[in-house]
């Protein structure tokens, strides 16, 4: 019989080498076509950090399942359904404003959700945890710096991030749900109440509005659905192309 508890931690794990898996394969979309080399040269590290993390998230995953499958099987040789990620890091680019706000949401929300993590009772997650952290407080000012600029800039770089936040704030409140079968996990301090960290998040988040003189968009009606398999049909295609060399080739190496 499958322990739930079990199932639950596992599921919790490939959700965070989903979420930086499929962010890392977007922001590499803009290798480039980003309007600098500094910033192509920039966007294309944070795709690769997040790329790193989500291989240690995904192993790690793939031991604690004991199934034999690892970090790549996982990456390449699940279907769409399967996969955990919040819809945002799904979404498409959109202009450089729509990413670069997507940016500094999601990597506000992973700093703190790292820095929860490093004091979690499972020590390869802490581990993995306390040095992404690091990648990812790089993340955050990245984007914050960029959302400032063009919040505090033309009229026309005003519109574009704007419009890129109330684009990507219908994605939020996913971030931070946490669902019944989680719970456990949580109360194990085996995973971080994700809940909890919204405070925190808001507060961040306004400073840089406010700074950057951009208004936090109408909270609205959110969309959810990605932790449970249920995603945009921008994932099929996403995952159309980054599996399609493991899927014509099974176990081909070089």
Known sequence: ??????????????????????????????????????????IANLGLD???QAQ????????????GRDGDALAFHRDVYDFRNCLMVE?????????????LLFSTWQRLLFEAMARLDDDRLAEIAA????????????ASDWVIRLGDGTDESRRRVTEGLDWNWRFVGELFLVDAAEQPV???????????????????????????RL??????????????GRHSEHLGHILSEMQFLQRAYPGASW
């Open 1 to 42: 019989m499958t322990d739930p508890l079990h199932s639950a931690r596992v599921a919790s794990v490939m959700a965070l080498g989903d979420d930086s898996l499929i962010l890392g394969q977007r922001l590499g979309e803009w290798c480039g076509h980003a309007p600098t080399v500094e910033l192509d040269l920039s």
């Open 50 to 52: 997040l790329i790193g």
């Open 56 to 67: 240690l998230f995904l192993d790690h995953a793939g031991d604690l399942e004991g199934n």
């Open 91 to 103: 979404q498409p680019n959109g202009d450089f404003g729509q990413t670069i706000v997507r940016q």
């Open 131 to 142: 040095k992404a952290v690091k990648e990812v407080a790089y993340h955050e000012r990245l």
């Open 186 to 212: 949580i109360d194990a301090v085996l995973a971080v109440d994700r809940s909890a960290l919204r405070p925190a998040w808001d507060a961040t988040i306004d400073r840089v509005l406010d700074e950057a």
């Open 215 to 228: 208004d936090r968009p109408d909270a609205g009606r959110g969309v959810t659905g990605g932790r449970v």
